[in-house]
């Protein structure tokens, strides 16, 4: 009756369905993974990757995370050192992590070898790379975990994907640098407008865009292990054992053997690096210099730019506005206090004028009597011939005098 396909499709599918959850599949979480280095791993990351022998290194414990590195420590992982980490870490490279806030371990395959690809590069032509060049070439952004990456909108940055299991492979280096330990939230590098493609290209001394484009294509050429030992950013490229690469208080000194010739090559060996050493110095120094330079000529092409957009941003603020509406209230009330107020004692003075001369009309109807210097206009009403000032005054006082002697004659 099909029983044997009813119990297939009841109970065999959803078992099947359960032990391939497809949709439910996430990428392990940076504090979920034990670490698979051992002190065997060390011994060949100072060979392939030229550890100096001071550099103090920790082996990961299993209840130890990637994302909590003991204190005094920081978290490394092995993708990195194929990208061209290399200790101690480059000035660059701590300067842009000390601005974003982050710690190492969050850069991700991809921002790390994009990162070191351009420190290398511009190192090569000679100048630095500061972190307003690196915003204005593309921008660093975070995911849901905290691990950072780089896009770019009008470069195509190439970079090869990660081994399979570089999320386990991590340990942890001695923090002699002051950098970040604990995974930080991402602070975005502010986009610098005073920096263009035109001065990327005079900083890089390219001819034009495309050859600027084409570096950055291949991008990865330049975090390999000639460009690097180029740029100073280690000194023993080529030499097979880590003991080779220089005098540390932790590495005991070599016994003197009986073949001499073995000691003599070995200290011309470290006359040779010493030399390498104080060349890379005086090229760190030309570099320096160069990237002050640039920067002077940024900072004052800036400040050329800047008073036009300030003044035009001023102009479109509240304070602005307010400015002018300050200048408006002071005129009005320069207005008020010197031209009204004039006209209104002007007005008053006419009034008294007026006043006086109506009473004065007043009583030479009243008492017929004729006030010397009073015309007929004036007798009879007409403004426009009154007189003012001392003539005035004695025509007041003479219908005074009038007044009182005719209030003398009514009380006898």
Known sequence: MGDPASENSSGHR????????????????????????????????????????DLVMKVPARTDRACFPPSGYVTVYGFSLRVGLRFPPSSELIDILTICGVCLSQFSYRAMSIVMG?????????VVLFSECLSRMGRLFSDAQGRISF?????????????????????????????????????????????????????????????????VRYLSRYIDEEYLFKVGLFTQAGRSHAQMLKKSARVPEVVPQKNHSKRLGSEEELVEAQATIKQQKKAQQVLEAENKRLQSVLSEKEAQQLPSAVIEEFKKSYAFKIIIEDHIQEARSHIYDVEVKALEAECAEDGFIRGFMKGVRTVHRKTGAEIEGLTPSQASGDASSDSGGEELESELQRAFALEEDEDDVEIL
């Open 118 to 126: 351009l420190i290398v590069l511009f190192r090569d032509r000679g």
């Open 151 to 215: 896009r770019s909108k009008w470069l195509d940055i190439r970079t090869r994907d990660p081994s399979k299991g570089w999320i386990s492979n991590f340990f942890y280096v001695q923090n002699d640098w002051g950098l970040q330990e604990k995974w930080g939230k991402l602070k975005e590098l502010p986009v610098p407008l005073h920096i263009g493609a035109e001065d990327l290209l005079r900083i890089l001394k390219l001819p034009d865009l495309d050859a600027l484009h084409y570096e």
């Open 14 to 53: 959803p078992a099947q369905r359960s032990k391939v959850p497809k949709r439910t599949q996430k990428a392990p979480k940076a504090d979920d993974v034990i670490s698979t280095v051992t002190e065997d791993s060390f011994i060949s990351f100072r060979k392939k990757f030229h550890f100096p022998n």
